[in-house]
T-cell receptor, first 115, second 113 residues
Framework: GAVVSQHPSWVICKSGTSVKIECRSL??????MFWYRQFPKQSLMLMAT?????????EQGVEKDKFLINHASLTLSTLTVTSAHPEDSSFYIC???????????FGPGTRLLVL | AQSVTQLDSHVSVSEGTPVLLRCNYS??????LFWYVQHPNKGLQLLLK??????LVKGINGFEAEFKKSETSFHLTKPSAHMSDAAEYFC???????????FGTGTSLTVIP
């Protein structure tokens, strides 16, 4: 149980285009999902907290117009990187909280490369 | 306020020898504590968690951790390292409400054959 998927796992795009990453909780409902960014050899950096049916809460320094988050259902949150630039290249990981809100379950990550 | 410190950025052990990855925390509340493992280019997998039940927690793949309130520690151990244990390990603390999770900087475990 407690499986979280992400799609796509890899994406390469041209500078200036937008990329959407999906995060799904496959066997539980998640009112809260988190989006993280991870640079090589570093820990996870929380970007935003996504709550179903409401606006996401962004961490300081994260541009909400750049990283659009939508959490329209209890099993799906999406992160859209708008007008991507090479500095947006990174590993993006989502996690989901089941109703107990006790433990985060992580997706497998999405590697984004912007050329 | 909560925080977590992983005392070693890198640990190397020989295959078959014990593993000790250290984690200290600070918390204003009774904390929940977690260890996750991350293999290269993968997401994080939950190894084990402490949520105010038994202080000695057993996890997957032979790992265990002991919550020591007096020492504010939650060190991860395994009696005998396997090559497949080579990965990055993260200690995480939360207040149990699901609103905030604080990550350590990670410990990279190398297993020498």
């Amino acid at each position: 149980g407690a499986v979280v998927s992400q799609h796509p796992s890899w994406v390469i795009c041209k500078s200036g285009t937008s990329v959407k990453i999906e995060c799904r909780s496959l066997d539980f409902q998640a009112t809260t999902m988190f989006w993280y960014r991870q640079f090589p050899k570093q820990s996870l950096m929380l970007m935003a907290t996504s709550n179903e049916g409401s606006k996401a809460t962004y961490e300081q320094g994260v541009e909400k117009d750049k990283f659009l988050i939508n959490h329209a259902s209890l099993t799906l949150s999406t992160l859209t990187v708008t007008s991507a630039h090479p500095e947006d290249s990174s590993f993006y990981i989502c996690s989901a909280l089941p109703p107990s809100r006790e433990t985060q379950y992580f997706g497998p990550g999405t590697r984004l490369l912007v050329l | 306020a909560q925080s977590v410190t992983q005392l070693d950025s890198h640990v190397s052990v020989s295959e078959g020898t014990p593993v000790l990855l250290r984690c200290n925390y600070s918390s204003s509340y009774s904390p929940s504590l977690f260890w996750y493992v991350q293999h290269p280019n993968k997401g994080l997998q939950l190894l084990l968690k402490y949520t105010s039940a038994a202080t000695l927690v057993k996890g997957i793949n032979g790992f265990e951790a002991e919550f020591k309130k007096s020492e504010t520690s939650f060190h991860l151990t395994k009696p005998s390292a396997h090559m497949s244990d080579a990965a990055e390990y993260f200690c995480v603390v939360s207040d149990g409400s699901g609103n905030q999770f604080y990550f350590g900087t990670g410990t990279s475990l190398t297993v020498i054959p």
